[in-house]
């Protein structure tokens, strides 16, 4: 007999892989810009490190991460105190979840914002309020105010933002946090920050952040995350979190990653060229891109059944991208930032699927 | 502001890590004999896979692990829709809590058994109850009965058990399961099942078995572990796992392990050999030893002081064991079996302490 959230929650799936349209289709993906991972892969060094370390998978990791969360509190500036580790965000958010949120709480998110998100929050049993997005970003002030008359216990920023690429600077997201109602906690989630102009948040009791080694780093595959907060949330998290979550390749392989400081730049110089490079294809091709401060650009295609249409379209070429969920973002489709030759096959791909 | 169950939890950590050990002592361990890792290593065809998989770690993993699940179903002779994955049987425990159990739910142990076993049940606000070990192995009759009792929600059993290392007949187990309230479910933790004699058990409606690749397939570091249960269980599970809880390394690396059985085989076979090795090491010492099924082996040190004075000088010497937590089991030292030149470095060391 399952517990009582869990009978309560409709099968459901936050994600369909890009493996299940390959499976579904018989055929591998010849372009895969629909999940945000680095297409420009992980420092030659932390592929060295993980190679190193296959040969020692037989021991444990280290359950307290110590020598990784020593360098990124170093990194940050904090204490190891304030920095726990998971098994990516996917494990961060369910963690965060179970910390802040009790069953019945109420959460207030964007209108087509990270599925995993909501995901984790019905895992919980609590419930879901969204606001919608305003001039294709996140509307702030609307967060707020539904926080309050929702008494929420949790909001969730992404910042940057998926799915809309969209930033807002560190001095406004601090004015959004003094608007809050007391005893709501502000998950900011700051999976792409890497990306952003800006990104120093000073350290406040009412925010936890979760970063990924998923994106500018280049170890999606790896499932390292991690979370900032002050030693009391992190406390909490320590509570409950899981004591292997990281596996121990995946450890050595983020602390060598870590290191590669310079590498890191270059992908994000890298990934700047990328999406003025998509940009222009797209607008090459008559259509507008949101700005984005990320690694992947949102074209507009003007209308929803078009974005949809040119999905189906691309995914039947062999080109995996996706799409924002919900409206005003579900006229847009969301294309990750590739190598210099995919943006350029992409931009070939689009052009075929449009004039056809 | 934290959730009710977290704010009722005190902070605590099931395990003090080997590498914590080193730390504070400023110096690796030489023999790492307390977590019960197979110091045989993984199958290099594994190992192998896992080092070709290192350079697409930009890459995110399947989310539904369908190829190795496809897989562990064969294997096994079940559907693919009756086992789920998991980073490790540490994110088993806790999913397994969460959809089983709810806060105030009662649920049944061994005292003495798995502290991350209880560290996840307590994660969920439920409270645990605990039965004795009798004739140094999990009293089933005890178990069933303390169900009853309580109306226990869930029954946990390792089958074969840590840390005792005994081991039921799945007649026995079968025999059990019989006898358990209705809408108790059974938590069978199979994470020794390689090393027992026959693991065999018909699906069960009232039963989850947790299942990893850490022991006899040596890879704890790659944290997979799965799940197997009837299709509506494995929905529940479905419901609220991680998505990409698995790294994409470790998933290629347990596809190459299960697919080396001869490599299994072997390593079960000088595990067999290694307990044999370590009972007559320390019988040679006038101390016995309890039958084990896994691959460790608990050493009889007659009392709770000798044993833990003896973990504490074989740690001074730089040995790491564990030793059970609870009477009676605590007058013993649990011992991993490890290669031959481990198992005689080991006898010296604790002929040295015992006789120092």
Same mark, same amino acid.
């Given at each position: 007999?399952?517990?009582?959230?869990?009978? &309560?929650?409709?099968?459901?799936?936050?994600?369909?892989?890009?493996?299940?349209?390959?499976?579904?289709?018989?055929?591998?993906?010849?372009?895969?810009?629909?999940?945000?991972?680095?297409?420009?892969?992980?420092?030659?060094?932390?592929?060295?490190?993980?190679?190193?370390?296959? #040969?020692?998978?037989?021991?444990?990791?280290?359950?307290?991460?110590?020598?990784?969360?020593?360098?990124?509190?170093?990194?940050?500036?904090?204490?190891?105190?304030?920095?726990?580790?998971? #098994?990516?965000?996917?494990?961060?958010?369910?963690?965060?979840?179970?910390?802040?949120?009790?069953?019945?709480?109420?959460?207030?998110?964007?209108? +087509?914002?990270?599925?995993?998100?909501?995901?984790?929050?019905?895992?919980? &049993?609590?419930?879901?309020?969204?606001?919608?997005?305003?001039?294709?970003?996140?509307?702030?002030?609307?967060?707020?105010?539904?926080?309050?008359?929702?008494?929420?216990?949790?909001?969730?920023?992404?910042?940057?933002?998926?799915?809309?690429?969209?930033?807002?600077?560190?001095?406004?997201?601090?004015?959004?946090?003094?608007?809050?109602?007391?005893?709501?906690?502000?998950?900011?989630?700051?999976?792409?920050?890497?990306?952003?102009?800006?990104?120093?948040?000073?350290?406040?009791?009412?925010?936890?952040?979760?970063?990924?080694?998923?994106?500018?780093?280049?170890?999606? &595959?790896?499932?390292?995350?991690?979370?900032? +907060? #002050?030693?009391?949330?992190? &406390?909490?998290?320590?509570?409950?979190?899981?004591?292997?979550?990281?596996?121990?390749?995946?450890?050595?392989?983020?602390?060598?990653?870590?290191?590669?400081?310079?590498?890191?730049?270059?992908?994000?110089?890298?990934?700047?060229?990328?999406?003025?490079?998509?940009?222009?294809?797209?607008?090459?091709?008559?259509?507008?891109?949101?700005?984005?401060?990320?690694?992947?650009?949102?074209?507009?295609?003007?209308?929803?059944?078009?974005?949809?249409?040119?999905?189906?379209?691309?995914?039947?070429?062999?080109?995996?991208?996706?799409?924002?969920?919900?409206?005003?973002?579900?006229?847009?489709?969301?294309?990750?930032?590739?190598?210099?030759?995919?943006?350029?096959?992409? +931009?070939?791909?689009?052009?075929?699927?449009?004039?056809?």
């Amino acid at each position: 007999m399952h517990s009582s959230i869990v009978s &309560g929650l409709a099968a459901t799936k936050p994600f369909i892989a890009p493996e299940s349209f390959e499976r579904e289709r018989g055929r591998p993906l010849r372009l895969r810009l629909g999940a945000n991972e680095s297409m420009f892969g992980a420092s030659p060094m932390a592929i060295e490190a993980m190679v190193r370390a296959s #040969s020692q998978a037989n021991l444990y990791p280290d359950p307290d991460g110590v020598e990784l969360r020593t360098a990124l509190a170093e990194g940050h500036g904090l204490s190891i105190q304030e920095v726990a580790l998971a #098994s990516g965000i996917d494990e961060l958010l369910s963690l965060l979840a179970r910390v802040f949120i009790n069953p019945g709480d109420t959460v207030v998110t964007s209108l +087509g914002s990270y599925p995993n998100f909501e995901y984790c929050v019905n895992g919980v &049993g609590a419930i879901i309020q969204r606001v919608r997005y305003r001039d294709d970003a996140i509307d702030l002030e609307a967060l707020s105010q539904r926080a309050h008359e929702t008494s929420a216990r949790m909001v969730y920023l992404a910042n940057p933002d998926n799915p809309s690429g969209s930033w807002h600077e560190p001095s406004a997201v601090l004015a959004f946090i003094a608007t809050l109602p007391p005893d709501c906690t502000l998950l900011l989630d700051e999976a792409y920050a890497e990306f952003a102009p800006d990104f120093a948040i000073p350290a406040h009791a009412a925010v936890v952040r979760s970063r990924t080694f998923s994106k500018a780093y280049g170890l999606a &595959g790896a499932r390292v995350g991690y979370v900032i +907060g #002050s030693p009391d949330h992190i &406390g909490g998290v320590n509570k409950i979190r899981m004591q292997f979550g990281v596996s121990r390749t995946s450890q050595i392989g983020a602390l060598a990653a870590l290191g590669d400081q310079d590498f890191l730049a270059n992908i994000i110089k890298q990934t700047a060229e990328g999406r003025k490079a998509l940009s222009s294809q797209a607008n090459a091709l008559g259509l507008k891109t949101l700005p984005s401060h990320t690694n992947f650009v949102c074209i507009d295609m003007g209308d929803r059944p078009t974005a949809d249409k040119t999905v189906t379209a691309l995914l039947e070429r062999d080109v995996f991208v996706r799409k924002p969920w919900a409206d005003p973002l579900d006229r847009c489709i969301r294309v990750s930032i590739g190598t210099p030759e995919q943006m350029e096959m992409f +931009g070939e791909d689009l052009r075929t699927v449009l004039l056809s």
